[in-house]
């Protein structure tokens, strides 16, 4: 049995029981592990979705280049189903993104200009209005715009929630995930709302970020956005994709948390994932311990973990990275010698 491309192996990932780390919460917590997926994260699911909606739709031609702002993750989605489908890549990113996520998106073939971080949405300079003023000036070209079109929860509807409900054949109580662009929150919530109204939906948002306040005060609020580490979630707009009908709640984590639990998900649990998922989890964590009387053995949570630590092994996986930025107290890479002594 074979596949016809390498996009036939993406979704379908494997749900992995999270053990010591939620040793002390009554319910099952499970993680939906994305990195299993070819390019590496959730985000394969919307690189097929958003380039078949825009053929259906007429927007781009056989050889044709696709646009995108893309933090790191759906550039590589993008990427892959690009190369099955022979169009060209020219993606923008912020010189925040991890050197890695950029490399993986050359070896992919595609072209990145990196734009800077902390200029607001609309200044020109920004990765936002950098890949609109491509898609104007190059002809046979689609700006996709992961920010706002549709196509992106309507792959979590289509596929990311009609997993969890299979997999966890109808057992599934919550649903915890960060958000970006609210594409996997807003899809795959809205998906298991339909199948269950009881299911309850957790969104996870960093310090800095403007979901958790519009989402608790109705106010987007320019004072509360300020810049944070953690990669690929969390923004300083509020996209159409982000459905907060679907949410019930949302919770804050800190960079110092989120790198913290993200190694500890590695060493504890084996699993070598990404910061977004060290702050998912440690959200839900939160969240489950905030709400234990509400909670029993027949629980079944899902935390959503969106992509693999290969991407951040120079930065959340570094010791001197780590130190650097205050967020570890103590050695945490013991050597042999160091014992030894
Ligand atoms: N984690 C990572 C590492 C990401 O790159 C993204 C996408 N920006 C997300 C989480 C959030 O996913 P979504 O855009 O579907 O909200």
Redesign the pocket.
């Known amino acids: 049995m074979w596949h016809d491309s390498v996009l036939g192996t993406v979704g379908n990932t494997p749900l992995v029981r999270i053990n010591k780390l939620a040793d002390a919460v009554p319910c099952t917590v499970l993680g939906k592990v994305e990195f299993f997926n070819p390019g590496g994260?959730?985000?394969d699911r919307i690189g097929i979705s958003l380039i078949e909606d825009a053929e259906e739709k007429g927007l781009i031609e056989p050889g044709g280049t696709i646009i995108e702002g893309t933090?790191?993750?759906?550039g590589a989605g993008l990427a892959i189903t690009a190369i099955a489908k022979g169009y060209r890549c020219i993606f923008t990113t912020t010189d925040k993104q991890s050197q890695e996520k950029v490399d993986v998106l050359r070896a992919l073939g595609a072209e990145v200009l990196v734009c800077p971080t902390n200029v607001e949405p609309d200044d020109p300079r920004s990765y936002y209005s950098t890949a609109r003023r491509l898609a104007e000036e190059i002809p046979n070209s689609v700006y996709l715009n992961?920010y706002d079109n549709p196509s992106n929860v309507a792959a979590h509807v289509e596929t990311t929630g009609p997993e969890l409900w299979e997999q966890t054949e109808g057992r599934i109580t919550h649903f915890i995930a960060?958000?970006?662009?609210?594409?996997?929150?807003s899809g795959t919530g809205r998906y298991l709302k339909e199948q269950n109204e009881e299911i309850t939906v957790v969104g996870v948002d960093p310090h800095g970020s403007v979901f958790h306040k519009y989402f608790h005060e109705g106010v987007f609020d320019h004072d509360e956005i300020y810049p944070y580490v953690t990669?690929?979630?969390g923004e300083d707009i509020l996209p159409e994709n982000m459905d907060f009908d679907v949410v019930d709640d949302f919770v804050q984590v800190d960079d110092k948390t989120t790198m913290q639990m993200t190694r500890r998900l590695a060493r504890e649990e084996g699993l070598f994932i990404?910061q977004?998922c060290g702050m998912a989890m440690a959200g839900a964590l939160q969240w489950l311990h905030d709400h234990e009387a509400t909670l029993d053995e027949d629980d079944v949570v899902v935390v959503l973990l969106?992509?693999s630590g290969f991407r951040y092994l120079s930065k959340t996986y570094n010791d001197e990275w780590m130190r650097s930025h205050g967020f570890s107290e103590s050695r945490t890479n013991v050597t042999v010698e160091h014992v030894l002594k």
């Open positions: 994260s959730v985000k933090s790191g993750n759906t992961q960060g958000a970006g662009t609210g594409g996997t929150i990669e690929g979630v990404g977004s969106p992509d």
